[in-house]
């Protein structure tokens, strides 16, 4: 094991020695008997924590609770854990109390899938009760023990299942999917946090589409939606649709395109997006994109779509102008992320709905002029303009107030129409005129 760690292969060669069992565990075995970059590291040992601590000169007790010591080595930081079985699970979530063994087996027996409970000994042999390797060759995803049980013990394996099955590119072996399926309600004792968690890594993996499909057969999302009322079956109409989520590299890009599709107010994703406790400047970029398509929508809302599209062939100019406005109220970066979303999004003719109709009238249109008229725009925020607050109230003797902000809007999106340079004196002239 020393060509994949060599600090690991240190450490377990320095607990072997004093006497005790020690070997690689998890994922990163998992991830070494598939050649694939490894991540983080873990060990188990038959050493108690106290044992681990005075087997090497620097540690630091990370997680005595669980059993887990770090070992710190100018290589790197490793935790040692030893091995352990969990004893009552509360709240279908990991348990809190932990019973040290000196089994290996017995510890990997109370990991969650066949391929992540293999372990590895200091001279690279793997041992695997649980079959995992043979299933890695399947390509299944298979729980260790009763399938029903495992997910009945920690709701969240459910997850991590449908996380497995779709970035690892797995079929879930028939009896987890079974029980997956009839385990799905525990769902909603899951703490935001860790749904939210678990759904990036699904969504930002290489494969958002299986994920999708396999949170909405699994009717996980179903049970997601007490929690946050999204219509999450609406992405079962737009197949071709989240295929194309893939082709998209930002994980911002990704989360509005899923969102896009949902056809919902920008502010009904905005509170389902912070009960999901996503970061504030997560949701505030991911809305953005929604609540610009919504602006630019919302000018289209009449005549055919036939009709609608021809019209904005033959005259761009409102679009033009809900474009502009839109992107210096909405921000550049919202306006370019929107331009990337509708390059990827297949048209489909036969689609029906508001989002439908905008991809087949306002889209086209906005792939091939959004750009250069974004290019147009000579600032996107009040910091760019030519003329502060200050400037104004100075220049037209007034007292500073709100007011300030509101004129410099007003100028700013003026300078985005083209109808004022962004030039101090020419935006003053506009100014004196507006009072
Ligand atoms: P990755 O790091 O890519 O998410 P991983 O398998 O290493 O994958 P970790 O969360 O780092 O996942 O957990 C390390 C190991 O601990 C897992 O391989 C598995 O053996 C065990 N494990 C983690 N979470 C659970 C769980 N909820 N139930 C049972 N075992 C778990
Ligand atoms: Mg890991």
């Known amino acids: 094991i020393e060509v994949i760690d060599r600090g690991a292969s240190l450490v377990l060669s320095k607990l072997t020695e004093a006497g005790y069992e020690a070997y690689l565990v998890g994922g990163c075995v998992r991830d070494a008997v598939l050649g694939r970059p490894i991540k983080d590291i873990d060990i188990a040992t038959s050493a108690l924590p106290e044992q681990v601590m005075s087997c090497f000169p620097r540690t630091a007790p990370t997680g005595l ?43 990997l027996k109370r990991r969650d899938f066949t391929m992540n409970a293999m372990a590895m000994d200091a001279a690279g ?39 497995f099955a779709s970035t690892y590119g797995l079929e879930v072996e028939s009896s987890t999917w079974q029980a ?23 969504i930002e993996g290489p494969a958002p589409a299986r994920a999708v499909r396999l949170l909405l057969a699994s009717r996980l999302t179903a049970h997601l ?13 737009w197949d071709d649709a989240l295929d194309a989520v893939s082709a998209l590299e930002g994980q911002h890009d990704r989360w509005a395109m899923l969102l896009m599709l949902l056809e919902m107010p920008a502010d009904t994703v905005r509170t ?10 997560d949701c505030e970029a991911v809305v953005a994109v929604l609540a610009l398509r919504e602006a630019v929508a919302a000018q289209l809302t009449s005549g055919a779509s036939q009709n609608a599209a021809l019209a904005l062939v033959q005259d761009p100019a409102p679009l033009e102008r809900v474009w502009k406005l ?23 003719p036969e689609q029906r709905g508001e989002l439908a109709r905008f991809l087949q009238t306002a889209a086209p249109e906005l792939l091939r002029r959004g ?3 974004l290019k147009e725009v000579p600032c996107f925020s009040l910091k760019e303009l030519a003329i502060s607050g200050t400037d104004l109230a100075e220049e037209l003797g007034r007292q500073p107030g709100p007011w300030m902000g509101m004129l410099l809007q007003q100028l700013l999106e003026r300078t985005a129409l083209g109808e004022i340079p ?14």
């Not at 389902?272 to 400047?281: N, V």
Request: glycine share 6%; proline share 4%.
């Open 125 to 163: 042999v793997v041992l695997d009760p649980f079959a995992g390797q043979k299933d890695l060759e399947l390509g299944v995803l298979r729980c260790v023990g009763a399938a029903e049980e495992r997910f009945g013990e920690d709701a969240l394996r459910m997850l991590r299942c449908v996380r």
């Open 371 to 373: 750009d250069a008229w």
């Open 225 to 237: 939606k007490k929690q946050l009322p999204l219509p999450f079956e609406r992405w079962l109409a």
């Open 65 to 107: 609770q669980h059993g887990t010591v770090t070992v710190i080595l100018s290589q790197g930081t490793y935790e040692v854990t030893t091995f352990r079985k969990e004893t009552e699970y509360e709240g279908f979530r990991r348990p809190t109390s932990v019973e040290y063994i000196s089994d290996l087996t017995e510890d």
């Open 180 to 202: 997956l399926l009839a385990q799905a309600p525990l769902l909603r004792h899951i703490a935001m946090e860790r749904v939210r968690s678990e759904l990036q890594r699904m």
């Open 326 to 348: 839109g992107a210096v109220r909405r921000g550049e970066a919202a306006a370019r992320a929107l331009l990337r979303l509708l390059s990827v999004l297949p048209q489909s």
């Open 422 to 435: 962004n030039e101090r004196e020419s935006l003053l002239l506009a100014a004196r005129a507006a009072k």
């Open 272 to 281: 389902a997006l912070q009960e999901l406790t996503f970061s504030r400047a």
